[in-house]
């Protein structure tokens, strides 16, 4: 088990990092206010993340092993990891987020739920963004076990989550998927006594799925003692927390009639004796009235179990390494690096997997268990520079204790998108003939990132608040009283709305020079809504020319001045030169090593003569 330090989660140390994060669409500089609380703080990294969706970290024969499981289209379709739909594309930047905590060793992350996933369950007494609220303090596995959500339990534990945390009120993941078995159990076997019916197929799917979590949570050594500690948040269970105290984990798999768990807890070490005292509970409770056949087995077994002397006991099972190797963790991961898997994601966040991405550029990534953090931690390997001198690991870790947080993630020769733009300014300074606007070539500066509309920024809360900043930065710009343009002239230069549209729009028809102005506002066309005019008879007179584009839904959209320069320095410069200077570097490397191989072979050809 892991230190409490080491477990905790981190987002406060992350809102220095962000820079160096390469899918921060937004690197560097947030415009977020110092007294901004923990969850806003936890908003704004969230939002933050790419929106892109994550190749699967799981191994392709789990997943094959689950799909000949109940209910197998869960598991090749319905489930979150997948990315199936739009509504799973809510999670794309949680399992962004997921990944990068597990790079740089952050520990777990809070997880973010907004009301969008109020409807997730039909049941109305159980409300998913209250019991994931950002003041529970749950991490994604938390959130993972609720959603009751195979897969994604397994990715979560397999990208370092710990088994072991604690929310704000004393759940821990074992907890809440103990929690959702017996409620469900218990809600089944009531209806079943009052003559209603369920869905038999769904509910063997969610039995079936929330059995397998516990027994996951189990074998990755998860605590079973840990219960909260206020009788207040677990209402269902009267006055059993009271009974039981530590042991109720125990006693809701008992009256849940569960066989399997009950041999799984005393498998691990869960003392069983203490139900002795209470088997009157199974005829009491609808479990047992429903089924009074199975009750009688589960006392037997109990006695069975709880009669074991101190000899019969056996140590814990060893804990199963969480790469889901199926092997034990000191025969696995615990033994030594093991290469990071060319299917998973790859860790420069490019939504691409590492076979594809960073291992072609020669990029080397391993995994290793860490005893002092308690989970797998990935680094890079680098080649011994001399012969007989071992080869060096560099840690993408980002708040090494006594160490300045500087740039976490590896060179993998791909340049992040505030570096681009840098490159860009200085290429337009020195090279264009078109320059840049003064004001906003300062915004950018500062701010380190090119706002443009049509992409994917997260919330409208979010885009106003970049975009106030970016605003601000431009007034600081005047007010520095170097440019001779009226403040006015400036800001329609530079401003930008919470799209990352001009602030200020000028009507788009053939040969109109109009603009916002007091008492004027463009229109949006009503058809596409994405391109401005000044009136309808602008609109009139350039439909023929619109037409096409308005029918498609792919007018480009407006752009300052300064946004297209920008933009098109990128796309058509600097991109393309360093796509070009990694395939010369590649192609070096690759050189170096046809050369190297036929100089061996040549010199083994030499010996060979020599010995003749």
């Given at each position: 088990?892991?230190?409490?330090?080491?477990?905790?989660?981190?987002?406060?140390?992350?809102?220095?990092?962000?820079?160096?994060?390469?899918?921060?669409?937004?690197?560097?500089?947030?415009?977020?206010?110092?007294?901004?609380?923990?969850?806003?703080?936890?908003?704004?990294?969230?939002?933050?993340?790419?929106?892109?969706?994550?190749?699967?970290?799981?191994?392709?024969?789990?997943?094959?092993?689950?799909?000949?499981?109940?209910?197998?289209?869960?598991?090749?379709?319905?489930?979150?990891?997948?990315?199936?739909?739009?509504?799973?594309?809510?999670?794309?930047?949680?399992?962004?987020?997921?990944?990068?905590?597990?790079?740089?060793?952050?520990?777990?992350?809070?997880?973010?739920?907004?009301?969008?996933?109020?409807?997730?369950?039909?049941?109305?007494?159980?409300?998913?963004?209250?019991?994931?609220?950002?003041?529970?303090?749950?991490?994604?596995?938390?959130?993972?076990?609720?959603?009751?959500?195979?897969?994604?339990?397994?990715?979560?534990?397999?990208?370092?989550?710990?088994?072991?945390?604690?929310?704000?009120?004393?759940?821990?993941?074992?907890?809440?998927?103990?929690?959702?078995?017996?409620?469900?159990?218990?809600?089944?076997?009531?209806?079943?006594?009052?003559?209603?019916?369920?869905?038999?197929?769904?509910?063997?799917?969610?039995?079936?799925?929330?059995?397998?979590?516990?027994?996951?949570?189990?074998?990755?050594?998860?605590?079973?003692?840990?219960?909260?500690?206020?009788?207040?948040?677990?209402?269902?269970?009267?006055?059993?927390y009271e009974i039981c105290g530590t042991g109720l984990l125990a006693m809701m798999a008992w009256l849940s009639l569960d066989l399997e768990l009950l041999e799984l807890f005393a498998l691990h070490g869960f003392p069983l004796s203490?139900?002795?005292?209470?088997?009157?509970?199974?005829?009491?409770?609808?479990?047992?009235?429903?089924?009074?056949?199975?009750?009688?087995?589960?006392?037997?077994?109990?006695?069975?179990?709880?009669?074991?002397?101190?000899?019969?006991?056996?140590?814990?099972?060893?804990?199963?390494?969480?790469?889901?190797?199926?092997?034990?963790?000191?025969?696995?991961?615990?033994?030594?690096?093991?290469?990071?898997?060319?299917?998973?994601?790859?860790?420069?966040?490019?939504?691409?997997?590492?076979?594809?991405?960073?291992?072609?550029?020669?990029?080397?990534?391993?995994?290793?268990?860490?005893?002092?953090?308690?989970?797998?931690?990935?680094?890079?390997?680098?080649?011994?520079?001399?012969?007989?001198?071992?080869?060096?690991?560099?840690?993408?870790?980002?708040?090494?204790?006594?160490?300045?947080?500087?740039?976490?993630?590896?060179?993998?020769?791909?340049?992040?998108?505030?570096?681009?733009?840098?490159?860009?300014?200085?290429?337009?300074?020195?090279?264009?003939?078109?320059?840049?606007?003064?004001?906003?070539?300062?915004?950018?500066?500062?701010?380190?990132?090119?706002?443009?509309?049509?992409?994917?920024?997260?919330?409208?809360?979010?885009?106003?608040?970049?975009?106030?900043?970016?605003?601000?930065?431009?007034?600081?710009?005047?007010?520095?009283?170097?440019?001779?343009?009226?403040?006015?002239?400036?800001?329609?230069?530079?401003?930008?709305?919470?799209?990352?549209?001009?602030?200020?729009?000028?009507?788009?028809?053939?040969?109109?020079?109009?603009?916002?102005?007091?008492?004027?506002?463009?229109?949006?066309?009503?058809?596409?809504?994405?391109?401005?005019?000044?009136?309808?008879?602008?609109?009139?007179?350039?439909?023929?020319?619109?037409?096409?584009?308005?029918?498609?839904?792919?007018?480009?959209?407006?752009?300052?001045?300064?946004?297209?320069?920008?933009?098109?320095?990128?796309?058509?410069?600097?991109?393309?030169?360093?796509?070009?200077?990694?395939?010369?570097?590649?192609?070096?490397?690759?050189?170096?090593?046809?050369?190297?191989?036929?100089?061996?072979?040549?010199?083994?050809?030499?010996?060979?003569?020599?010995?003749?």
């Open positions: 088990m892991s230190s409490e330090s080491s477990r905790r989660p981190q987002q406060a140390l992350l809102m220095d990092d962000l820079r160096a994060y390469p899918g921060a669409t937004v690197p560097g500089l947030l415009p977020m206010s110092e007294d901004a609380s923990p969850i806003e703080q936890r908003w704004a990294i969230l939002s933050a993340m790419p929106k892109t969706h994550l190749p699967v970290c799981l191994p392709q024969a789990l997943l094959d092993d689950l799909r000949l499981r109940i209910d197998p289209d869960f598991y090749s379709e319905r489930s979150l990891v997948f990315g199936r739909d739009a509504l799973h594309a809510r999670t794309f930047p949680m399992r962004h987020l997921i990944l990068r905590h597990y790079v740089i060793q952050a520990g777990d992350a809070y997880a973010m739920v907004d009301e969008s996933w109020a409807n997730h369950n039909d049941n109305d007494s159980w409300s998913l963004p209250k019991k994931i609220s950002p003041e529970s303090k749950s991490t994604y596995l938390h959130f993972a076990v609720r959603l009751v959500d195979v897969p994604f339990v397994y990715e979560c534990i397999r990208l370092g989550a710990d088994v072991n945390y604690v929310d704000a009120e004393g759940r821990t993941p074992l907890f809440c998927a103990m929690e959702e078995l017996f409620g469900f159990i218990f809600e089944t076997a009531h209806i079943q006594l009052l003559g209603g019916t369920r869905d038999n197929e769904f509910d063997a799917s969610a039995y079936a799925r929330l059995r397998h979590m516990v027994k996951i949570l189990v074998e990755q050594h998860a605590i079973m003692h840990i219960v909260p500690t206020d009788s207040d948040t677990l209402p269902f269970l009267g006055d059993l203490p139900l002795l005292g209470f088997t009157y509970l199974l005829d009491q409770w609808d479990t047992g009235k429903v089924d009074p056949e199975k009750a009688s087995l589960c006392k037997e077994l109990v006695v069975r179990l709880a009669s074991r002397d101190e000899s019969e006991l056996l140590p814990r099972p060893p804990r199963k390494c969480p790469c889901w190797s199926g092997k034990p963790l000191h025969e696995c991961h615990g033994s030594g690096d093991h290469p990071y898997p060319p299917t998973f994601a790859c860790i420069c966040r490019s939504a691409k997997t590492y076979a594809n991405c960073c291992r072609t550029r020669g990029f080397a990534f391993v995994e290793q268990w860490n005893n002092e953090l308690g989970r797998m931690t990935v680094l890079q390997l680098c080649e011994a520079e001399a012969e007989g001198q071992a080869p060096t690991y560099v840690s993408f870790r980002s708040h090494t204790p006594g160490v300045p947080s500087g740039l976490i993630w590896p060179d993998t020769g791909k340049k992040k998108s505030w570096e681009l733009l840098i490159m860009a300014i200085e290429y337009n300074d020195t090279q264009s003939e078109e320059k840049a606007d003064p004001a906003f070539r300062a915004a950018a500066l500062i701010s380190e990132y090119l706002p443009l509309p049509g992409v994917d920024w997260g919330s409208k809360v979010w885009g106003k608040e970049v975009a106030s900043f970016w605003n601000r930065t431009v007034d600081d710009y005047i007010a520095l009283g170097t440019d001779t343009r009226s403040k006015s002239n400036i800001g329609r230069a530079a401003k930008l709305d919470p799209f990352f549209l001009p602030l200020w729009k000028r009507c788009e028809a053939t040969g109109c020079t109009k603009i916002d102005r007091p008492g004027l506002t463009m229109k949006r066309c009503r058809g596409c809504q994405r391109i401005f005019y000044c009136g309808p008879m602008c609109q009139k007179a350039h439909w023929k020319e619109h037409k096409p584009a308005c029918q498609r839904g792919d007018h480009p959209l407006q752009l300052l001045r300064s946004q297209t320069i920008y933009k098109t320095i990128i796309k058509e410069v600097i991109e393309p030169a360093e796509e070009r200077l990694l395939h010369d570097a590649i192609d070096s490397e690759n050189s170096k090593s046809d050369g190297a191989d036929s100089e061996s072979s040549n010199l083994k050809s030499d010996d060979a003569d020599s010995d003749n």
